[in-house]
């Protein structure tokens, strides 16, 4: 089976941020998306171009278009961004993202009316029917085939480096579920979804989408959800490992160290170099300390066992890319890295909400609410104790006690 791919420019952007729709009076996930995109769908057209219906119709995605530089993927999420809360305000709707929401059910959420969403919800069961997660995805832009397989197993190794830094999920159904990212457990749950298998190449993922296809597992590679896959039909490689990001912020660093770093990977690619590919039981432990310990886990090196403290390998890893960052223009947005590491990523700022007013989870959706506004800036006093300057952590774990 051949799967045609349509070649990008390399490094090119494009991004995808599922929001949240907030009753204001409850601080609950609320329908309200139905409405929202009929009210900000151009005249004359089927949908808005930007911003598409989820599965629960209390959450909008909005997307960018091909971008050449993180500065414009902003941009253009930003004025998205800007439609659709004016829209859900007129509604009595607030607007916020994290991987989670903090106490709604899933079982109280009505599914989007798109025959897609209906299908999967038939297919799938309970399994479809409790995602409620939240999401950012961030497509680089490659313009080849052939290097799509070795950079996606490579990527594989950085994995826990954008799900610690995104992790916004540590709380599930008004529960402290004890992880920085619940929403990686929940979403792995899903028969196509988790950490990609590892192929040895374009040839062998059309052996494997062949198979998928005439098993009718699948209709199409929409339907692989991996952590990071390729999307043939954009020409990208895909990271999807991420949490929702509470914050604009949050969302242009985590676009900078994807489109950095796949862009070194290219280069290496042409270069002659060999990617490294690795185990996947190593893959498959980092993932799981990262979604439980967040930015205080320590990652496994080698097939030795050697560990090294992730908030370590993330400051090596910015530093490494920093030349990088400045020949493509996003070396402000990658340098929120170490920022972010110093305020604590977003399940350590709800939690520190959450112990300041005891146990009050309706305040955690409050200041992601506000965080929707203001943007990465943490008051002192709602800064997790526990997070050390980036370049004196320790790992011994104390962040991660319950709140």
């Known amino acids: 089976m051949e799967i045609p791919f349509t070649s990008s420019d390399r490094a090119s952007l494009g991004v995808e941020w599922e929001l949240q729709l907030i009753d204001m009076a409850s601080r609950e996930l609320t329908s309200g998306a139905v409405e929202i995109l009929a009210d900000i769908c151009p005249e004359g057209a089927d949908e808005h171009p930007k911003a598409k219906h989820e599965l629960f119709q209390s959450t909008i995605e909005i997307i960018t278009g091909v971008c050449g530089d993180v500065a414009e993927a902003r941009a253009d999420l930003s004025e998205s961004l800007h439609t659709v809360t004016e829209a859900a305000a007129r509604r009595g709707l607030g607007v916020l993202c994290a991987g989670t929401h903090p106490i709604t059910s899933w079982a109280t959420?009505?599914?989007?009316?798109?025959?897609?969403?209906?299908?999967?919800?038939?297919?799938?069961?309970?399994?479809?029917?409790?995602?409620?997660?939240?999401?950012?995805?961030?497509?680089?832009?490659?313009?080849?085939?052939?290097?799509?397989?070795?950079?996606?197993?490579?990527?594989?190794?950085?994995l826990p480096h954008f799900l610690a830094l995104s992790a916004s999920s540590?709380?599930?159904?008004?529960?402290?579920?004890?992880?920085?990212?619940?929403?990686?457990?929940?979403f792995e749950t899903l028969p196509t979804a988790g950490l990609p298998y590892q192929l040895s190449g374009w040839d062998h993922f059309e052996s494997f989408m062949e198979t998928l296809i005439s098993a009718q597992t699948v209709?199409?590679?929409?339907?692989?959800?991996?952590?990071?896959?390729?999307?043939?039909?954009?020409?990208?490689?895909?990271?999807?490992?991420?949490?929702?990001?509470?914050?604009?912020?949050?969302?242009?660093?985590?676009?900078?160290?994807?489109?950095?770093?796949?862009?070194?990977?290219d280069h290496q690619l042409d270069r002659g170099y060999t990617l490294p590919n690795p185990q996947s039981w190593v893959v498959r432990e980092n993932k799981w300390r990262a979604a439980r310990f967040g930015l205080d886990a320590e990652i496994i090196l080698d097939d030795r066992g050697t560990t090294v403290?992730?908030?370590?390998?993330?400051?090596?890893?910015?530093?490494?890319?920093?030349?990088?960052?400045?020949?493509?223009?996003?070396?402000?947005?990658?340098?929120?890295?170490?920022?972010?590491?110093?305020?604590?990523?977003?399940?350590?700022?709800?939690?520190?909400?959450?112990?300041?007013?005891?146990?009050?989870?309706?305040?955690?959706?409050?200041?992601?609410?506000?965080?929707?506004?203001?943007?990465?800036?943490?008051?002192?006093?709602?800064?997790?104790?526990?997070?050390?300057?980036?370049?004196?952590?320790?790992?011994?774990?104390?962040?991660?006690?319950?709140?």
């Not at 339907?223 to 990271?239: I, M, N, S, Y």
């Open 219 to 265: 209709d199409s590679v929409r339907e692989v959800w991996w952590d990071v896959r390729p999307h043939p039909d954009f020409g990208t490689v895909e990271l999807r490992i991420c949490d929702g990001s509470p914050t604009l912020d949050e969302v242009a660093m985590i676009a900078a160290l994807a489109q950095c770093l796949v862009h070194r990977l």
């Open 309 to 403: 403290p992730l908030r370590e390998s993330i400051l090596d890893l910015t530093d490494d890319l920093a030349p990088i960052g400045r020949r493509l223009g996003c070396a402000d947005e990658l340098a929120k890295v170490e920022h972010l590491l110093r305020i604590g990523a977003s399940y350590q700022r709800q939690r520190a909400i959450a112990e300041a007013n005891d146990g009050d989870l309706t305040k955690v959706v409050d200041g992601l609410l506000d965080e929707m506004k203001t943007g990465l800036i943490v008051p002192s006093d709602q800064r997790p104790a526990d997070v050390p300057h980036p370049r004196f952590a320790t790992s011994d774990l104390a962040g991660d006690a319950l709140a």
């Open 109 to 158: 959420q009505d599914i989007s009316p798109k025959p897609r969403y209906q299908q999967l919800v038939e297919q799938l069961q309970w399994l479809a029917r409790r995602l409620q997660i939240f999401g950012v995805h961030v497509h680089v832009g490659i313009r080849s085939p052939h290097k799509a397989i070795p950079i996606v197993n490579a990527l594989t190794s950085y």
């Open 170 to 186: 540590p709380y599930w159904v008004g529960h402290d579920t004890g992880l920085a990212s619940s929403r990686s457990k929940v």
